[in-house]
C-alpha cells in the first residue's frame, strides 16, 4: 500500500488550489446569469406595462421643438389665402392673419418670388406668433402677436446690406448691352443706362464697334459679400467718334434728382428718341411697299426690329389711353403724353405688368414687350409719334429741352461735378 508523504501533497497542492479557483469562478457566474436573467425577465415584463409606454410616449413628444418655421416662396396664380392655407392652424387664427395682411398698404399686390416665413409656437392655441413678409429685396415687414394676443403689431425692417461703390469701363465690340452684360452689369442698370441716353443717341445707328463707355453705379451686397440689388447710376459717359456724352446724377433741389451733362443742361426731354435697347431701325417713316398688304402705302412710324420679349419702354410720362388689340397692329399700347404729344407702340407679344386703360407711367417704364401679333412678318416695336392729332417722323423730330441749372444751382452742380470727378479718378486708381 502506497502513501503519500507530506513533500508528496505539497507537490499537488498548486493543482487542488487552480481547481478551486476554476469551481468558484463557475459557481459565481451561474450565480451572475441567473441574475441577470431575472433582472431582464422584470425589465421586459416592465416594458410590457401600458402605463409605462404612454409615459415614455407623452416624454418622446415633448422632446419636438416647441417653435416651427414655415417658409414658402410664392409662384404665379398665388393669392394670401392660397398661402394661409397652407398652415396647419385653425380657421379663425387664419382670418386674422389675412385681416392683418389686408390692412398693410405695401402688401396691397402679391409678386412672384415674395418670400413668407411664419414662426409656429405648437404649444399654444394660435400657433402663428409672428410672420415675415419681403416687400423687395432690402425690406421686409415683420408681424409679431402683441402682449395680450388679439392682434398683429407690424413694423418695416431693412436688412442689413452695404452699399459699394462699383466702377467699370469697356470698349464697345458688338452692342452697348452685350459689352456691359460681359462686364457683368446688371440688366437694371443697362436698362437705366439706356434710358438715360435714349432722349439724344439712337443706339442702332449712333454706337459704332470701338466706342466705349464707363459706368459708377450702387450695388447693395450682403454679409456674404453676394450683390442683393443694384442702387442709382452715379455717372456715365459714353464716348461716340471720340466724342463724350458724360451724365451726373445732381440733387438740384429737396428730393429732385436728374442727370445733367457737363454744362449743367438736363438729358431729359419730353420724349426719348428710341423706346428700345438694342434693336435695328428695320423700317422708317414714309412711302414703302407693304410686306403683307402688298401694295405701297403709308409707313407712319418707325419699326425697330429686335428679338421677341425684348422689353419695350414709354418714351415719356403720360397716361395710357389703350391697351389691348389694335387691329393689323395686334396688341398695342397708345400713351397721352401732353396735350401735344401721343405715342404708339404695336405688334406687342405681351403688355408690362399693371398695363391697363387709365394708368399712369413714367418715361423708361416697361410697358410692354416685342413681339409679332397683328399684320406683322417678325418680331418687331413699330412705333409712333403724334404731334397736335398729326403722326410725324420721330427719328427727326426736335424735342423740346429739359432743365437748365443757373444761379445757386449751378453753383452746387459744379461743387457735385468735381467731387464726383474725383470719385471717378479715385475708383480708376484703385
Not at 26 to 49: A, T
Not at 248 to 265: A, H, L, T
Not at 403 to 417: C, D, H, Q, T, Y
Request: proline letters at 2%.
Amino acid at each position: 500500500m502506497k502513501y503519500f508523504s507530506f513533500s508528496t501533497i505539497r507537490e499537488y497542492s498548486i493543482f487542488f488550489f487552480l481547481i478551486l479557483i476554476i469551481i468558484i469562478v463557475l459557481i459565481i457566474y451561474s450565480i451572475n446569469s441567473d441574475y441577470k436573467k431575472e433582472n431582464l425577465e422584470k425589465i421586459n415584463s416592465s416594458l410590457d406595462n401600458t402605463y409605462l409606454k404612454k409615459t415614455i410616449k407623452e416624454i418622446t413628444n415633448n422632446l419636438k421643438p416647441r417653435f416651427t418655421y414655415f417658409e414658402y416662396s410664392t409662384k404665379s396664380g398665388d393669392n394670401y389665402q392660397d398661402i394661409v392655407d397652407k398652415l396647419n392652424i385653425n380657421k379663425k387664427e387664419k382670418k386674422k392673419i389675412i385681416e392683418t395682411i389686408s390692412k398693410e398698404k405695401k402688401l396691397k399686390v402679391l409678386n412672384i418670388n415674395q418670400k413668407f416665413i411664419f414662426k409656429l409656437d405648437n404649444l399654444s392655441d394660435e400657433k402663428v406668433i409672428e410672420f415675415r413678409v419681403e416687400t423687395g429685396k432690402k425690406n421686409e415687414i415683420v408681424f409679431s402677436k402683441s402682449s395680450d394676443k388679439n392682434k398683429f403689431l407690424s413694423k418695416i425692417i431693412t436688412k442689413n446690406f452695404k452699399k459699394k461703390i462699383v466702377y467699370k469701363e469697356t470698349i464697345i465690340k458688338d452692342s452697348l448691352y452685350n459689352s456691359a452684360m460681359n462686364l457683368k452689369i446688371s440688366p437694371n442698370v443697362i436698362l437705366e443706362f439706356a434710358r438715360l441716353y435714349g432722349f439724344q443717341i439712337d443706339f442702332q445707328r449712333d454706337i459704332w464697334k470701338d466706342d466705349s463707355f464707363q459706368i459708377i453705379y450702387e450695388e447693395f451686397v450682403n454679409d456674404n459679400k453676394e450683390v442683393i440689388d443694384t442702387g442709382d447710376i452715379i455717372f456715365a459717359n459714353l464716348n461716340l467718334q471720340n466724342i463724350d456724352y458724360q451724365l451726373y446724377k445732381f440733387e438740384y433741389s429737396k428730393n429732385k434728382i436728374d442727370y445733367f451733362d457737363e454744362n449743367g443742361k438736363s438729358v431729359k426731354k419730353t420724349l426719348m428718341k428710341t423706346p428700345i435697347n438694342g434693336a435695328r431701325l428695320s423700317s422708317s417713316y414714309g412711302k414703302r411697299k407693304h410686306p403683307i398688304l402688298g401694295y405701297t402705302k403709308m409707313h407712319t412710324g418707325t419699326d425697330f426690329a429686335a428679338p421677341s420679349g425684348t422689353p419695350i419702354m414709354a418714351s415719356g410720362d403720360g397716361k395710357v389711353m389703350k391697351a389691348g388689340w389694335c387691329g393689323g397692329g395686334g396688341n398695342c399700347v397708345k400713351i397721352k403724353h401732353n396735350s401735344t404729344y401721343q405715342t404708339v407702340y404695336a405688334h406687342m407679344s405681351k403688355f408690362g405688368k399693371g398695363i391697363k386703360r387709365g394708368v399712369r407711367v413714367k418715361q423708361g417704364q416697361i410697358i410692354g414687350y416685342v413681339g409679332s401679333t397683328g399684320l406683322s412678318t417678325g418680331p418687331h416695336l413699330h412705333y409712333e409719334v403724334i404731334e397736335n392729332g398729326k403722326k410725324v417722323n420721330s427719328q427727326k423730330l426736335k424735342l423740346p429741352s429739359g432743365k437748365v441749372l443757373k444761379g445757386s444751382e449751378r453753383k452746387n452742380f459744379e461743387v457735385a461735378k468735381i467731387k464726383i470727378d474725383v470719385l471717378k479718378s479715385n475708383l480708376i486708381s484703385n
